[in-house]
């Protein structure tokens, strides 16, 4: 009845305010992602978000996220920007790789499963549905696709708006190169 109605009111308020902010978005969506961590909210969190909104709206062309490990890159870059750009820019495509194949997949998913969540669609479920879904590429019925490659994989012929690379080598590869 009117508790529902009101439910659903504040649930479509919500989702309108969350695609325009990244930041809030981030903040919102990390318990369906993580429902038992903590979320720690720091400085280059919004930085990164800021970055990343300035992006979506085309005002950088190119930006790399240079932060120590396990200082959230990739769940901001790789994970939840693509599921809030698609809270409003469903068509969106996404090139993302990362030193593996299977890392890279694995990134993806979390993705995918964030936008499958419950609360992700109780907010968006009626924006886009899923047409296809596997380890390495998804897409939706908007046109917005997500391929999961590595250096070693392909990607001919496919094309994204967004090319996310995250961590194009093993981490401990790393000290041989630097």
């Known amino acids: 009845?009117?508790?529902?109605?009101?439910?659903?009111?504040?649930?479509?308020?919500?989702?309108?305010?969350?695609?325009?902010?990244?930041?809030?978005?981030?903040?919102?969506?990390?318990?369906?992602?993580?429902?038992?961590?903590?979320?720690?909210?720091?400085?280059?969190?919004?930085?990164?978000?800021?970055?990343?909104?300035?992006?979506?709206?085309?005002?950088?062309?190119?930006?790399?996220?240079?932060?120590?490990?396990?200082?959230m890159k990739t769940l901001l870059v790789s994970v939840m920007w693509p599921a809030w750009e698609w809270t409003h820019s469903p068509k969106t495509r996404y090139w993302s790789a990362s030193y593996s194949e299977p890392l890279s997949g694995i990134i993806a998913s979390w993705s995918r499963s964030l936008i499958l969540s419950d609360w992700y669609q109780a907010r968006w479920g009626r924006d886009f549905s899923f047409v296809s879904q596997s380890l390495l590429q998804f897409s939706n019925n908007r046109g917005g696709t997500r391929l999961a490659t590595s250096p070693e994989g392909k990607g001919t012929g496919l094309h994204g708006h967004r090319i996310v690379i995250d961590d194009p080598i093993k981490p401990d590869e790393a000290d041989a190169t630097s």
């Open 1 to 71: 009845g009117v508790d529902q109605e009101l439910s659903r009111r504040q649930i479509a308020e919500e989702a309108e305010a969350l695609a325009l902010s990244f930041r809030d978005f981030t903040r919102a969506a990390w318990p369906a992602l993580t429902p038992d961590d903590t979320f720690l909210h720091n400085w280059h969190l919004d930085a990164i978000s800021e970055h990343l909104e300035a992006v979506t709206r085309g005002e950088i062309i190119r930006l790399q996220v240079w932060v120590p490990p396990v200082s």
